[in-house]
Structures are given as C-alpha cells and as structure tokens.
C-alpha cells in the first residue's frame, strides 16, 4: 500500500471539502427555485449541517498539521502544487483566526439585523434598523480585528480579503478617486449627447417563455453546456454550483425583455467563469475562482461590455424578431442598442446603467469606510447617503427604502463586498482592451454571432488560471499592465461619446 504524504492528503481532505459544499450550492439552488415553503425550517439545518462539517475538516488540528509538515517539504511539490497549499493555509487561517464566540456573535447579530431590515424595507423606517446594525457593525469591528492580526495585515485588509484576496484599501482609494473624477464630468457630458438621440419605446409585452426561448438561443451560441447546466427563473438572478453541475436563474418580465435577457449574460458570465475554471484541480482551493472582484469582472463583460454593444445587438436583433415575432421602428438594432444604453441618473444601484453605476458603489464605499471608522454613525448614515446621492448624481432620496434601506449587504455583514462590484467593472474594461489587442476583428466575430475567441482568451488567460495568481497579478499577466482605472474611463468616453 502506498503511503500519502502529507500533501496528497491535504488534497483528499480538500476535496471532501468541496463535494461538501457542491451539496450546499444545490441545495441553496432549490431554495431559491423549486422548494416549498414550509420547508425551510429543515432546508436551514440541512445547510447548517453542510457548514459545520465542512469546517471541523478545515479547522481541525489535524489540517494545521498536515499544512506544516507539507510545507517542509514544499520544494518537491509543481507550481500548481505550491499555489494550491498556499491557499490551502490561506482558507485554514480564515477559518481558524476568528473564534467560536466570534462566529457565534457574527451569526446572531447578522440573522438579526437582516430580518429587521425586511421589515425596516417594508415599513420604510430606517430607525428600526439602528440598533440591529450598529451591533453587527461592533461584532464586524471585532472579527476583522482578530483575523487582521492573524494575516499580518489591516483590520478593514482583512475583510476586504475575504472577497478579494490580495486587494488592499490604499490601493482602492486610489482607484475609486480617479474614477469619481473621470465620471464627474462624463456622465452629463454622455446625457446630453443623448439628449439628441432619442428611442424608441417598446411597447409590445413579451411572453416569459419566448424571453427565456431567446435567452437560451442565445447561451447555446456563447457556448454554455447544457448538459451540466440550466436556466430557471428566481426573484433575483443568480449563479449557483460547480463546474460539474451550475444552475442560473433570471428574473423575466413581460414588459422589458431587457431585464430578463441582461441577467441572464450576467450570471452566463459567472457560470462561463466556473466552467472554465482547470478540471484537474477542480477539487482543490487553486481550482476555485479568484475571488469576487475576478467574478464579477466576467459577469459585467458578457452583460455590459459585449451584451449592450453594436455588435451584439446587430446578432441579437434578428433573433429577437424571429422568436419574438416583431418588427418595426423599436426592434432594429440601433434602437435596441439605444435602448440597452441609456444612460439616467437614478436612485437605485442594481438598476443602473453602466456609466453611473461606478458612483453608487464610490458612495457604498465612502460610507462604508466612515462606519467601519467610527466617524460616521449609524443613525446618521440616511442623511450622509443622502447628501453624497445629491454629489454624485444629483439626485436625492425621497425616502430610506430608495436611499440606505435598498442593499442588504451591511445587515448581513458584508462588509469589504462593495468593492468588488466596482473593481469587476474597472477589470472587464482592461480585459475588453487586452481582447481587442489579440485579437483584433473580435467584434464582428460577435456580431457573426462566434463567441469562440472571446471565450479561448479567457480561458487561457484568466479561467484556466484559477487561483493559481492573485487578482492583480492575473489581471497584469492577461492585459500587460497592472489594474488601472484609466481603462474603464477611457472604454466609457469611447463606447458613449465617441460611437
């Protein structure tokens, strides 16, 4: 009998880890989708019971043992054997630095807050959730604080790690202020070169299984592999599973197939993502994604940068009068590709176009630094929101359920997420620069309808990689160059003012 070493049983260790959590994504999926209602009660302890076993495999001593004896002998391990202990002791230090009486306050103070959050949203009074997030703001504090110490890092570095690995605040300041800059002066500058193009209003419903007929023509044509995924529809879209077996939803509706068709090459890009991801370590930590930032990045390319451009439209145009069975002044490409970027400022961030959208993240993070602080408190934050909506978008909330009530994420304890949002967008614009480098004519093989480049260039260079790299250095090794905001600035003037 062969004898492991202490590596290859990290791996089988790590990958009992993973088929427990490939479980949870389906389960979570069926929630969403399929499940009756009454049985949430036994859908929660099933989940809770895929959580606790998954993590007494991870923090158990045994682990930390077997990560140290590996990395004694590290210079007999391959690259992707290295990279792949060293997110192993990465996932190992998040889930042994926070203690037991820490995960249980996180627990209690953000299953709390998000409940008096829905009925803060539903009765429109931010009052009710003062003291609920002030609590999961205390309790957030003090995790970050005993994880900061354990990676050797910041407090807020900690956080902002969990979701991004390798992202650091200085580095988002610095970004996230070249970018409220750059937009400052776009956004009315591309509303009132719109000001003089005007669209054409589609005014026809469409049924949801002729929207979801489309959407499928359209995802069988970018290549997702039906026969280890699906479409399903959900109150918000979403993405759930491994590359073994995804499952997307979209949200559909009758009156703007926008809606519909935009999430689903949103969570396409999420899923095209997970399916790249390299088979052989599809097990391991190095197999996973890099991180939300990355994530996102893939979603907001296939919606925003190829979906809402010319040479889409020209492909999907005749798709939609075919399947749809219109025609007219509304269903030619150029109006529906008016339509698809039509730039308003407005009050809520999931419903922004891509030019705006950059500002309600800035703000998100703006005020999320001041509350992680101290220098903002909580039962001040409506006014704060307020005031910033009125700086960056000129428009003010008339109540808290379009102001600070909108995002769950800070009930939940999300905080460090935000940015993610924002780096997604800043990343996909230097990705689409790097694409368009290597392969030149990429927009008219869109238009013809052949995805096939588009996706070969992220596999190779950013699917295939895994988390072998970190964001930055992944993005720098694709594009040539280090994250710079300077590419999703100079793609907006260019897409909106200059086309």
């Given at each position: 009998m062969v004898k492991l070493s202490a590596y290859q049983k990290l791996e089988k260790r790590f990958a009992r880890i993973h088929l427990l959590k490939s479980i949870g994504h389906l389960l979570r999926w069926d929630g969403e989708v399929m499940m009756p209602p009454a049985s949430i009660g036994i859908r929660a302890e099933q989940l809770s019971l895929l959580e606790t076993e998954s993590n007494s495999i991870l923090?158990?001593?045994?682990?930390?043992?077997?990560?140290?004896?590996?990395?004694?002998?590290?210079?007999?391990?391959d690259d992707w054997e290295q990279a792949n202990l060293r997110e192993m002791r990465r996932l190992w230090q998040h889930a042994?630095?926070?203690?037991?009486?820490?995960?249980?306050?996180?627990?209690?103070?953000?299953?709390?807050?998000?409940?008096?959050?829905?009925?803060?949203?539903?009765?429109?009074?931010?009052?009710?959730?003062?003291?609920?997030?002030?609590?999961?703001?205390a309790v957030v504090h003090e995790r970050a604080q005993v994880l900061g110490d354990a990676l050797r890092c910041s407090p807020y570095d900690a956080l902002l790690d969990e979701h991004d690995p390798g992202r650091r605040a200085t580095e988002l300041d610095?970004?996230?202020?070249?970018?409220?800059?750059?937009?400052?002066?776009?956004?009315?500058?591309?509303?009132?070169?719109?000001?003089?193009?005007?669209?054409?209003?589609?005014?026809?419903?469409?049924?949801?299984?002729?929207?979801?007929?489309?959407?499928?023509?359209?995802?069988?044509?970018?290549?997702f592999p039906f026969e280890k995924g699906r479409l399903d529809e959900s109150l918000h879209p979403f993405t759930e599973g491994t590359a073994e077996d995804i499952r997307i939803t979209s949200r559909f509706d009758p009156d703007n197939f926008f809606t519909g068709l935009m999430g689903v090459l949103h969570e396409v890009g999420h899923a095209m993502y997970d399916f790249g991801l390299p088979a052989k370590w599809a097990t391991q930590p190095v197999g996973r994604d890099r991180g939300m930032a990355i994530h996102e990045s893939q979603a907001l390319f296939l919606e925003m940068v190829i979906g809402r451009s010319r040479a889409f439209m020209n492909f999907c145009a005749p798709l939609v009068a075919r399947i749809f069975g219109v025609s007219g002044a509304a269903w030619t490409s150029e109006n529906l590709y008016g339509l698809a970027t039509r730039v308003k400022r407005s009050l809520i961030r999931i419903h922004a176009d891509e030019v705006t959208y950059p500002m309600h993240v800035v703000l998100r993070w703006e005020l999320e630094q001041d509350l992680f602080r101290g220098t903002l408190r909580v039962k001040d934050l409506p006014g704060a929101w307020n005031e910033k909506m009125?700086?960056?978008?000129?428009?003010?909330?008339?109540?808290?359920?379009?102001?600070?009530?909108?995002?769950?994420?800070?009930?939940?304890?999300?905080f460090g997420y935000f940015p993610t949002y924002l780096m997604g967008s800043v990343i996909a614009a230097?990705?689409?620069?790097?694409?368009?480098?290597?392969?030149?004519?990429?927009?008219?093989?869109i238009e013809a309808g052949d995805f096939e480049?588009?996706?070969?260039?992220?596999?190779?260079?950013?699917?295939?990689?895994?988390?072998?790299?970190?964001?930055?250095?992944?993005?720098?090794?694709?594009?040539?160059?280090?994250?710079?905001?300077?590419?999703?600035?100079?793609?907006?003037?260019?897409k909106y003012l200059l086309q």
């Open positions: 923090r158990a001593s045994q682990t930390g043992r077997l990560l140290d004896s590996a990395e004694t002998s590290r210079q007999s391990l042994n630095a926070i203690p037991n009486r820490l995960v249980n306050a996180f627990h209690r103070a953000t299953t709390n807050a998000e409940m008096q959050w829905r009925t803060a949203v539903e009765q429109n009074d931010f009052g009710m959730l003062e003291v609920p997030l002030e609590r999961v703001i610095g970004i996230f202020a070249r970018i409220r800059c750059g937009l400052t002066p776009l956004i009315p500058a591309i509303m009132d070169r719109q000001s003089s193009r005007p669209t054409v209003e589609l005014a026809v419903p469409v049924a949801v299984a002729r929207q979801k007929d489309l959407c499928k023509r359209i995802m069988k044509g970018i290549g009125r700086s960056y978008l000129q428009v003010v909330p008339q109540d808290a359920k379009s102001g600070c009530l909108q995002d769950s994420h800070w009930p939940m304890g999300y230097q990705l689409f620069a790097a694409v368009r480098c290597a392969v030149p004519d990429i927009m008219s093989r480049p588009l996706f070969s260039w992220l596999g190779r260079n950013i699917h295939g990689q895994g988390a072998r790299f970190t964001g930055g250095e992944l993005v720098e090794r694709a594009s040539g160059h280090e994250v710079n905001p300077d590419y999703l600035i100079s793609y907006l003037r260019d």
